[in-house]
């Protein structure tokens, strides 16, 4: 059995075995990438577009990569959305790129739905690296990887998400892998930013930082959005930091054995104090090197289903 | 000429009249409605020469409907609708009076343009077009627009629909000012900072699909609002597109103490759909205001079988094809609906929340009513405006089958059974098989 679709656009549409099929052969690929030779010859001659609408470094290098460990050839396609509104539609930009022989398109977009859209449009597959505030399923999946690695296991344990649920993909794709997986939610942060609809998927919400993270086996922190700060979502970068900054005393509430994640970049003293960030509990690095091993899985494997 | 629709189940909530009639029309006018009874004695010594005879046998013949709130989009949106498609797209629905929304570019905010519209109706229209002006110069709720010189060219409602006028002050003044015209201002209540960047409705489905979501307040404050500057002014304020509970039980509440001139329409999308026909980010249901919960819709179905909500209108708001595709944060607003609006609003009568009269009421007589028009009825006399609708055969919706530009609807491949297969408009028959 493997993957039903072309395409990865949401954990939405996974199962449980979906996600674990995906965390094992990533975990094939991690070893092949602790060898002295990183490259595999799997998907040679196949073409990887990168279709970027919204800046991006980390991940955009890690979909890179991951393409270029398995052999296939990359091109980069950076677009502002802004042009794209008043020029080229997204499908015309999408069909041309397909009729240059793409076999994946990675997109990231400001726009929910617009991996959905080009899935739908397509013959290629899509890899959804981020469409707006839906989902980011490639960070969840890769922070379950981590997860999964450092705890054995994920069924049963406590995870407390931290920060700006409302309009993070990261946070929505995380929600749905982990409580299809077994695990507990919380959702931790001002009212603004956690809405309360999000009781209705079975998690638990909290404003009060201290009882939100007590017993926690994850602390997952979020990266605020400066640009937030005015807009009447909190007052400050201050106030947010005194009410929801991670901090070593913070932590000390979880469990001890906590571990700290964040998807970055971070904002040192907006959302987490750097001795927690650099601290002996942050997985913080494991996260980006897991990312290209389940990168490299999901190609794989989308590939297959395309074969 | 002289027309004689025979054997149908005439439906005229003016006269009070529901039976199995023959229905004569000379000259453009009706002539008259004979029922069962009267016809057999006098059948025999009429003169039927020269007179074109349809029968209607099982089939409903009703006044033509009367739409209060269309998109015509003419001058200025011609690649999205036209006058002359947008008033056929209407009488292949049945509809024969369309009030066209001032949103036009340039906007109908002077006579010019309203003289425009309807130089251009009188010429290429397939049925009457009643121009609403715009309340604001540009809509943009700064000035008032100059009111009653476009009533004199021939507005017959002024809005600055799909823009609220969120100055409270220059509501007030509009509505004071309108009383000199004793015309309604139709109202798009949303408050604009509550809705901002908003595309669907607010819930755990807008959270999960990553969309922005408005929430039923955003509408129901400013109702609120428009209804207290009612009460206070005494000008007359008709409610556009309701789609909200609680703006239900607000004009409800209004209309029982009986203190403001208000009255309301909502639109077949608001208790035909909900919320979930966005789907996977299917941009043909975004629409303003959204569509909105189960609850909701229900609310809707509730106001119109109590009479809260006085009419039913399409807010027919077409698009081009390629607008509607792409990312839905920016695809445009609205749904084509003009083809749809008789067959989604008859599945109420089968749902027994309206009767035939009932849904002839909400959108025919009442609206013209509202706007002071001697429409929506059969009485002798009356402009020959008729729909003849049968509801005894299943179809399916295909948008691309629609006379409208606009194909935009979530609403395709829905079977349906009422369908229009007979307008009389503008002294021309126009028959469908």
């Not at chain 1, 969840?140 to 690695?149: C, Q, V």
Request: include cysteine; hydrophobic fraction near 40%.
């Amino acid at each position: 059995m493997g993957l039903k679709s072309k395409d990865l656009i949401g954990i939405k549409a996974l199962d449980a075995a979906d996600i674990e099929q995906i965390l094992d052969t990533a975990a094939g690929f991690k070893d092949v990438l602790g060898r002295d030779i990183k490259k595999v010859p799997a998907l040679r001659g196949k073409t990887t577009v990168n279709l970027f609408y919204e800046p991006s470094t980390r991940t955009r290098t890690s979909f890179e990569l991951a393409a270029k460990r398995l052999s296939t050839d990359v091109i980069n396609f950076s677009v502002s959305t802004s042009s794209v509104v008043k020029g080229e539609s997204l499908r015309d930009t999408a069909l041309t790129i397909q009729a240059l022989g793409a076999d994946f398109i990675i997109v990231r977009h400001s726009c929910s739905g617009v991996a959905h859209f080009l899935a739908n449009n397509l013959d290629a597959s899509v890899v959804n690296a981020g469409d707006g505030t839906n989902e980011h399923p490639t960070q969840a999946l890769l922070d379950l990887f981590t997860i999964r690695e450092k705890k054995g296991i994920i069924r049963g344990l406590e995870v407390a998400i931290v920060g700006d649920i409302l309009h993070s993909r990261v946070a929505k794709s995380n929600i749905y892998a982990l409580k299809k997986m077994g695990a507990g939610v919380r959702l931790i942060g001002p009212p603004t930013l956690v809405p309360d609809v999000l009781r209705d998927l079975d998690v638990e919400i909290y404003s009060d930082m201290e009882k939100g993270l007590k017993g926690a086996d994850i602390v997952m922190m979020l990266r605020i959005q400066v640009e937030r700060q005015g807009k009447g979502f909190f007052p400050t970068t201050v106030e947010y930091f005194r009410n929801w900054g991670l901090t070593p005393e913070r932590l000390a509430g979880a469990k001890k054995s906590a571990l700290v994640m964040h998807p970055g970049p971070m904002n040192r003293g907006v959302e987490i104090s750097s001795d927690v960030a650099d601290g002996m509990r942050s997985v913080i690095l494991d996260q980006v090197t897991n990312g290209l091993a389940v990168r490299m899985a999901v190609l794989y494997l989308l590939a297959g289903v395309r074969e | 000429m002289k027309v004689v629709i025979k054997n149908g189940r005439v439906i005229d909530p003016s006269q009070g009249i529901d039976g199995v009639c023959d229905l004569a029309i000379e000259d453009g006018k009706i002539k008259e409605v004979k029922s069962e009874k009267s016809r057999g004695k006098s059948q025999k010594h009429e003169n039927n020469r020269g007179t074109k005879e349809i029968d209607a046998s099982g089939k409903l013949v009703l006044p033509g409907l009367v739409d209060l709130h269309v998109h015509l989009r003419e001058p200025g949106y011609e690649y999205k609708e036209t006058i002359r498609t947008g008033t056929t797209a209407a009488v292949r629905g049945g509809i024969t009076s369309v009030c066209c929304m001032p949103n036009t570019n340039p906007v109908n905010d002077n006579s010019s343009v309203t003289e425009f519209i309807l130089k251009k109706a009188a010429s290429e229209g397939a049925c009457r077009v009643f121009p609403i002006g715009a309340i604001t110069k540009g809509q943009k709720g700064e000035e008032l627009a100059e009111m009653s010189i476009m009533y004199e060219a021939g507005c017959v409602a002024f809005s600055d629909d799909g823009r609220p006028v969120m100055d409270s002050l220059m509501m007030r003044r509009a509505m004071e000012y309108s009383r000199i015209l004793k015309v309604p201002l139709i109202s798009h209540c949303e408050d604009l900072a509550l809705s901002a960047g908003g595309v669907m409705h607010e819930g755990l489905l807008s959270v999960t699909l990553g969309l922005k979501g408005i929430p039923p307040q955003a509408e129901e404050v400013m109702v609120a609002r428009d209804i207290a500057l009612a009460e206070l002014t005494g000008g007359r304020l008709h409610i556009a597109h309701v789609s909200t509970e609680g703006s239900v039980a607000l004009i409800r509440s209004a209309k029982k103490r009986g203190m403001a001139d208000v009255t309301a329409e909502t639109c077949p999308h608001y208790f035909s759909i909900t919320e979930e026909a966005v789907g996977n980010y299917d941009a043909n249901a975004k629409v303003n205001p959204p569509l909105r919960s189960r609850k909701d819709a229900e609310a809707i179905k509730q106001g119109l079988h109590d009479g809260t909500i006085d009419v039913i209108a399409t807010d027919h708001a077409p698009h081009h094809r390629d607008e509607k595709l792409g990312e839905f944060d920016f695809a445009p607003s609205g749904i084509s609906g003009l083809e749809t609006s008789l067959g989604l609003s008859m599945r109420l009568v089968d749902e027994g929340v309206l009767t035939y009269s009932g849904l002839v009421e909400k959108m025919a007589l009442k609206p013209s009513g509202i706007i002071g028009i001697d429409r929506g009825t059969l009485r002798p006399g009356a402009e020959a405006d008729v729909v003849v609708v049968d509801c005894s055969r299943e179809y399916r919706v295909d948008a691309g089958e629609f006379l409208s530009k606009g194909k935009n609807t979530p609403f395709g491949g829905w079977t349906l059974s009422a369908k229009p297969v007979l307008t009389i408009s503008l002294g021309r028959i126009h028959e469908w098989e």
